[in-house]
Structures are given as structure tokens and as C-alpha cells.
């Protein structure tokens, strides 16, 4: 079945660090492929997404390109900030079914 | 943009009885709505998908007599977890996939989060 496997962490950086999250799939077909962010005691909001091969999905400087050869989904911010200390879930969708998800990455970022 | 509101956002109950969880999509219609539950530190667990006017679809090991869901309206889904236990303690989330899309993600709510003494 579906499945997504995401770096473990927890992930700790000091501020303006390069920050990279790894993301990989296993799925038929062509999934759509997201990122969320988890902010404490919160729910969680959409950070980006790539519906096909090759797209990058960026929001608030965060990037992830959808690369169908390696099967990968890697987060990527080449300066991370406090603000930015979270969960950073990638998940998977097929046609408009359910999400799976990965077991999040927790960043903690240091001043 | 689309938003989904969960309450409670918390709610402490006691040992056996009922709580209910609302989930509603304030500015658009939702056929499907899920309902995930996740652990401290841990991934989102999906429960099961809410469909409007029709049964729910429940996960494997999902218990849908404890677990109720109700979607009698395309803005709105319920989960009552009944006769409530320690261990149901968790946090809840709902999540709304816009009617007509397909591949551009899901809304999810605030999380609600349950503590059962």
C-alpha cells in the first residue's frame, strides 16, 4: 500500500541554518505530494505541494520538488528561522483518497 | 481560503461517559470528511472517512460502535466517542476535502484535544 517515510528527528538548528527534511514515497500511480507544518496545540496547515513529477511546491521559503525517479519529496530552507520550530509532516494522496502520512520531524530552531 | 472549524478544542470528561467532536467546513461543501487521532510525538493515525448521507468508512482496528460518526450534512461531521476510557485519551483530527477537487489537499481542523479521567 501507500506509504511515506520521513526523516527522523528531532531536528535542532540554529538560527539562518540550511534546513533539509527527507521525504520518500511508495505508491502506484502519480500521487500528489504535501507538506504540513504542526505548530503547538494546533491543528495542522498545508506548508506546499506538487501534484506531478518535477513541480516544486514553495511557500514562505520553504522548497520541495516531486521527483518521480528517487521517489522523493525532500523539504528544503536555506535559512530557517525560531518562527519556524515545528512538525513538519509530508504525506501522499491518490485520487482524491484519504492522506498518509509520515511520522513527522520535529525542528527546533536555536537563537 | 478554506477553512475547517473542530470544537471543542479540548475537553476533559470523565470515565464512561460521551463526548462529541464537531467538525464543520465554513465556506464550502465537503461530501468527504476523515478523522485522524494522533499520539503524543507520533504520526496521524487515519480512524475513518466520513461520507454525507451515507456509513462511514472505518480503518482496520477501529472500533465503530466506540467510535461514532455521523455526516448528515455536506458542512458538518460528528465523532462521539462513547462510554469513554483513559486510554482514549488522544488528540483528534479532522480534515475536509473540498467538493470538486481531487489532488490539492485537505483542510484540517484545529485539533481537539481529549483527556479522559
Known amino acids: 500500500g501507500d506509504s511515506v517515510t520521513q526523516m527522523e528527528g528531532p531536528v535542532t538548528l540554529s538560527e539562518e541554518a540550511f534546513l533539509t527534511i527527507n521525504c520518500t514515497y511508495t505508491?502506484?500511480?502519480?500521487?500528489?505530494l504535501f507538506w504540513y507544518v504542526q505548530y503547538p496545540g494546533e491543528g495542522l496547515q498545508l506548508l506546499l505541494k506538487a501534484t506531478k513529477a518535477d513541480d516544486k511546491g514553495s511557500n514562505k521559503g520553504f522548497e520541495a520538488t516531486y521527483r518521480k525517479e528517487t521517489t522523493s519529496f525532500h523539504l528544503e530552507k536555506g535559512s530557517v528561522q525560531v518562527s519556524d520550530s515545528a512538525v513538519y509532516f509530508c504525506?501522499?494522496?491518490?485520487?482524491?483518497?484519504?492522506?498518509?502520512f509520515g511520522a513527522g520531524t520535529r525542528l527546533t530552531v536555536k537563537p | 481560503g478554506a477553512v475547517v472549524s473542530q470544537h471543542p478544542s479540548w475537553v476533559i470528561c470523565k470515565s464512561g461517559t460521551s463526548v462529541k467532536i464537531e467538525c464543520r467546513s465554513l465556506d464550502f461543501q465537503a461530501t468527504t470528511m476523515f478523522w485522524y487521532r494522533q499520539f503524543p510525538k507520533q504520526s496521524l493515525m487515519l480512524m475513518a472517512t466520513?461520507?454525507?448521507?451515507?456509513?462511514?468508512?472505518?480503518e482496520q482496528g477501529v472500533e465503530k460502535d466506540k467510535f461514532l460518526i455521523n455526516h448528515a450534512s455536506l458542512t458538518l461531521s460528528t465523532l462521539t466517542v462513547t462510554s469513554a476510557h483513559p486510554e482514549d485519551s488522544s488528540f483528534y483530527i479532522c480534515?475536509?476535502?473540498?467538493?470538486?477537487?481531487?489532488?490539492?489537499?485537505?483542510?484540517f481542523g484545529s485539533g481537539t484535544r481529549l483527556t479522559v479521567v
Open positions: 505508491a502506484t500511480g502519480y500521487p500528489s
Open positions: 466520513s461520507n454525507e448521507g451515507s456509513k462511514a468508512t472505518y
Open positions: 504525506a501522499l494522496s491518490r485520487g482524491g483518497n484519504d492522506m498518509r
Open positions: 480534515s475536509a476535502r473540498r467538493d470538486g477537487t481531487r489532488n490539492y489537499g485537505y483542510t
